[in-house]
């Protein structure tokens, strides 16, 4: 269950879910496919990585829990690592008010071609 055909899928993506399950699912699909895939269980995980390590793409659950929520953490992304793409998900539909300007969004449930296709748009296209 390759994709071979298509074009080759890399670059490091960081998956910040509280989700085990969904987070473990996703990531290993993505590696499968090619991708460098780090993990967080949360926003202060997240900052932690993306001030150690350069990441292509970031994928975030809205709603986790902590100080900060996946739209802050958006935020703070967008201001500290402006060249890193960002993928918002939830299961709540809401507006994601000023991070549409510079977030994609993936409503949930998703599955992992989903997330594939997505970040091969928005990193490659």
Do not use: C
């Amino acid at each position: 269950m390759t994709n071979q055909a298509q074009a080759p899928s890399s670059g490091v993506v960081l998956i910040v879910e509280d989700n085990v399950l969904l987070r473990l699912t996703i990531a290993s699909s993505l590696r499968q496919n090619g991708f460098e895939v780090l993990e967080a269980a949360n926003a202060a995980e997240a900052v932690t990585v993306l001030n150690s390590v350069a990441v292509d793409a970031l994928i975030s659950d809205i709603n986790m829990p902590g100080n900060m929520d996946g739209l802050g953490l958006a935020q703070w992304v967008h201001r500290h690592r402006l060249d890193t793409k960002i993928i918002l998900t939830s299961a709540v539909s809401q507006s994601l008010g000023e991070a549409e300007q510079y977030a994609s969004f993936l409503a949930k449930p998703y599955d992992s071609e989903d997330v594939q296709q997505l970040l091969r748009q928005i990193l490659w296209h």
